[in-house]
Every structure is written in structure tokens, then in C-alpha cells.
T-cell receptor, first 112, second 116 residues
Framework: SQTIHQWPATLVQPVGSPLSLECTVEGTSNPNLYWYRQAAGRGLQLLFY??????ISSEVPQNLSASRPQDRQFILSSKKLLLSDSGFYLC???????????FGPGTRLLVL | AQSVTQPDIHITVSEGASLELRCNYS??????LFWYVQSPGQGLQLLLK??????LVQGIKGFEAEFKRSQSSFNLRKPSVHWSDAAEYFC??????????????FGKGTKLSVKP
């Protein structure tokens, strides 16, 4: 069966510091991968998606970037965090050509 | 453009009562439709999905949803709510263009509280 992991679970960072959130998927190959941000009362906002190694599409302009160095690894990064980057970050995967997305447990980021 | 509307931000029901959460979508073709549930501080769990065929779909935890094309709706129902159903519920629509993208558009969610 497939599982998706995210770490860390919780992170408190000062403004201006760098960020690296990691997502890995097990039990499948060549998945589509997604990063979402969830802010209170605003639902889920798709940030990035990837259909393969090194292939990243950005949905919104922002302070964040994403990379996919390995088939089942997806990383969300920032060089300098802003207060507005605080939120709950969710990673998801789907099969190639599949419509159903499966979500990880999320990372709670608080920027102070 | 695709969009999903969940008109109810917060709903409170008594344990044992029936539940209906509303979802309306905007999409030109036949959409792929999903309901997810999120417990506090957790990720999203898929409850059910509709791609085609029977418009009444059954999901996990005793939930069902009905696709009504004429009303552009995909409402979630449960005949008898349990205290453990208290969570936030998200409706989502997929473009279903069959490619490798499969991006979803989510509603803003409905928070369900259950009274004992």
C-alpha cells in the first residue's frame, strides 16, 4: 500500500530564516506530487505540482519554491520566510493520469 | 473557470441526527467530484468520489453523496451522525481532462460540530 510522509510535523521559524519541508511517498512510482497551503477560512491553495523529477509547475507567485530531486521526494523551500508564510502545508500525491489525490499528515509552520 | 462553493461555513447537529453538507460546483463538462474530511491538525482523508455512472455514491464511515447535474451539486449526507464525525469537510472538483495533471479545486470547507 502507498503511504505519504511529511516532516517536520511542526516548525517555528523567525522571519527571514530559510525553510525546507520534505514530503516522500512510498509504495508507488512516478506519482504526481502536490504542495498545498491551508490558511484558516481559506480552504486549500495549490502552490506547486510536479509530474516528474525536476518538473515543477507553480500555481501562484510567492516567496516559496519547490524541487523534486527524486521520483518520490518533493521539497518546499524558501530562502527568507515572511510572516504571511505561516500556515498548514499539505503534500499530496496521485497516480499519473489519475484524478484522486491522497494527502499527507501536514506540517504546521509558524513564522514569528 | 472551475469553482466550488460550500455555502455553510459551520454546521452543528445533534448526535444521531441526519446530516447534509452542501456543495455546488462550476464546471463546463462533467466534473470529477470529491469529498474529503479533515480532523484538527491532520491531513485530508478521502471520503468518496464521483467520476461517472450511478449518481449516488457510497463512501467510508457511512457517508454518501449524490451528484445532481441539473443543480450543479454534490451534497454529502449521513443518516445518523456520530460524535467522531466532528471535523471539517471539503468538497473538490477535478478537471478530469485525463492528462497527468489532475489538479483539484477545493471549496473553503464546512466545519461540523456534533452536540451530545
Amino acid at each position: 500500500s502507498q503511504t505519504i510522509h511529511q516532516w517536520p510535523a511542526t516548525l517555528v521559524q523567525p522571519v527571514g530564516s530559510p525553510l525546507s519541508l520534505e514530503c516522500t511517498v512510498e509504495g508507488t512510482s512516478n506519482p504526481n506530487l502536490y504542495w498545498y497551503r491551508q490558511a484558516a477560512g481559506r480552504g486549500l491553495q495549490l502552490l506547486f505540482y510536479s509530474v516528474g523529477i525536476g518538473q515543477i509547475s507553480s500555481e501562484v507567485p510567492q516567496n516559496l519554491s519547490a524541487s523534486r530531486p527524486q521520483d518520490r521526494q518533493f521539497i518546499l523551500s524558501s530562502k527568507k520566510l515572511l510572516l504571511s508564510d505561516s500556515g498548514f502545508y499539505l503534500c499530496a500525491w496521485s497516480r499519473q493520469g489519475g484524478e484522486t489525490q491522497y494527502f499527507g499528515p501536514g506540517t504546521r509552520l509558524l513564522v514569528l | 473557470a472551475q469553482s466550488v462553493t460550500q455555502p455553510d461555513i459551520h454546521i452543528t447537529v445533534s448526535e444521531g441526527a441526519s446530516l447534509e453538507l452542501r456543495c455546488n460546483y462550476s464546471y463546463g463538462a462533467t466534473p470529477y467530484l470529491f469529498w474529503y474530511v479533515q480532523s484538527p491538525g491532520q491531513g485530508l482523508q478521502l471520503l468518496l468520489k464521483y467520476f461517472s455512472g450511478d449518481t449516488l455514491v457510497q463512501g467510508i464511515k457511512g457517508f454518501e453523496a449524490e451528484f445532481k447535474r441539473s443543480q450543479s451539486s454534490f451534497n454529502l449526507r449521513k443518516p445518523s451522525v456520530h460524535w467522531s464525525d466532528a471535523a471539517e469537510y471539503f468538497c473538490a472538483v477535478g478537471a478530469g481532462y485525463g492528462g497527468s495533471q489532475g489538479n483539484l479545486i477545493f471549496g473553503k470547507g464546512t466545519k461540523l460540530s456534533v452536540k451530545p
